[in-house]
């Protein structure tokens, strides 16, 4: 079993930053396929970024040239750097981890985007 803990959501004006971080349990951490994904009132849940093991990333067209996806193996951590927030990024973020046929969820994490 995979604990995910989501952190650094918040409330953020139009064109602010926030680092989301999620910790990971588990001693292979960097065979993991990490992933964000959020889902905003009334939407299904939508992906964000994922990052390989390798470190291959890649990204949803909405946050491209944005959000920055990447992963510390040594802490066990991914993390969402997100620069330029717009109103539209508000959403509950989830982290993700799969692993062969697992699939893990962190409990989530608000981001409101607002003046």
């Known amino acids: 079993q995979v604990q995910l803990v989501e952190s650094g959501g918040g409330l953020v004006q139009p064109g602010g930053s926030l680092r989301l971080s999620c910790a990971a349990s588990?001693?292979?951490?960097?065979?993991?396929?990490m992933g964000w994904y959020r889902q905003a009132p009334g939407k299904q849940r939508e992906l964000v970024a994922v990052?390989?093991?390798?470190?291959?990333?890649d990204y949803a067209d909405s946050v491209k040239g944005r959000f920055t996806i990447s992963r510390d193996n040594a802490k066990n951590t991914v993390y969402l750097q997100m620069n330029s927030l717009k109103p539209e990024d508000t959403a509950v973020y989830y982290c993700?981890?799969?692993?062969?046929?697992?699939?893990?969820w962190g409990q989530g994490t608000q981001v409101t985007v607002s003046s």
């Open positions: 990052i390989a093991g390798s470190n291959r990333t």
């Open positions: 588990g001693s292979i951490f960097s065979s993991y396929l």
């Open positions: 993700n981890a799969i692993y062969q046929t697992y699939t893990y």
